[in-house]
């Protein structure tokens, strides 16, 4: 049920127009994106959420945009009062706190259909790895040897956890993703690269890490319009474009896409 539905008997009109579309679930928290102009129905708002989404036991206003390297968020508490909680998604167990590391459920599908293409016996790298939603699960599916890196802590610590409870073994970096050339003896098979907004260029670093042949899966954020100059750039770079998509909207005409992409 939408948003809408849940107060069209408890708000005007005028104001049910405002309301955002729909809000994000994490564990047992709930995102939404409530605008000025709702400022003094935010805890109707809240209750109304809350008492359909009995799950839900704390409700967030973001308050700001992601921002800064560690990617995240303000919050304002409308329910509740805190940040941290457990999600589940691929089968796996992830422990976030949303006010010190990033994590967003969206890409749970883009998770899964990395997993998929991973093969037994690559070496894997999980670039900009977060919390570990993408590494966790290729570990527990695939036999590979497999390395994470963030130059978050507090990432990096909840990864450490993450990877405790769902029992996985692999290599966390605190590191710096702009040190990567000097960081690695061995070239790797494969790189994963969920690139925070305004790093692209961390794929030509990482191409001096990656054997001939070997695969990254790029995310980058561009306007439809950007996309047949930035695959004529791909290309003259010496990478074969295997697949790309669309993975999710960011911002107004702004898109999260992924690339395939093999080194030639
Ligand atoms: C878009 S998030 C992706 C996190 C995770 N892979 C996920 O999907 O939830 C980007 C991550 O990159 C990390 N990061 C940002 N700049 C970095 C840099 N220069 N070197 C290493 N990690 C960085 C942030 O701490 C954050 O965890």
């Known amino acids: 049920m939408s948003l809408r539905d849940l107060l069209k008997d408890k708000l005007p009109q005028e104001k049910l127009s ?32 809350a008492s359909h ?3 839900v036991g704390v409700i967030l ?6 921002k800064g390297e560690k990617r995240v968020g ?10 941290s909680t457990v999600h589940r998604e691929n089968n796996c167990i992830f422990h976030v706190d949303l006010a010190e590391a990033y994590f967003s459920g969206k890409m749970y599908f883009e998770r899964n259909r990395i997993v998929q293409t991973v093969n037994d016996g690559e070496d894997v790298l999980v670039l900009f790895c977060g919390v570990g939603p993408f590494l966790i699960p290729i570990w527990k599916m695939k036999n590979v040897n497999i390395t994470g890196l963030d130059n978050n802590p507090a990432a990096c610590a909840l990864f450490k956890k993450n990877a405790e409870i769902n029992r996985i073994e692999a290599n966390i970096l605190l590191a710096d993703a702009n040190s990567v050339p000097y960081l690695f003896k061995k ?14 260029h961390s ?7 990656l054997k001939p042949e070997g695969i990254v899966h790029f995310y980058t954020f561009k306007k439809d319009f ?7 750039l791909l290309e003259e770079n010496g990478w074969q ?6 993975c999710g909207g960011v911002a107004p005409r702004v898109d999260r896409y992924v690339f395939d992409l093999l080194k030639q």
């Not at 303000?74 to 940040?83: S, V």
């Not at 070239?187 to 692209?200: A, E, L």
């Open 53 to 55: 989404r009995r799950d």
């Open 226 to 232: 950007e996309i047949p100059h930035f695959k004529r």
């Open 18 to 49: 405002f309301l955002p579309k729909g809000f994000e679930v994490i564990g047992d928290i709930a995102i939404i994106n409530i605008p000025q102009s709702l400022d003094n129905e935010k805890y109707l708002i809240a209750e109304a959420l």
């Open 203 to 209: 794929l030509t670093l990482c191409r001096t890490i």
């Open 61 to 66: 206003r973001k308050t700001d945009k992601l």
């Open 187 to 200: 070239p790797f098979d494969r790189i994963v690269m969920p690139t925070p907004y305004g790093q692209d």
């Open 74 to 83: 303000g919050f304002e508490f409308l329910l509740g009062n805190r940040t």
């Open 241 to 246: 474009i295997e697949f790309y998509r669309k």
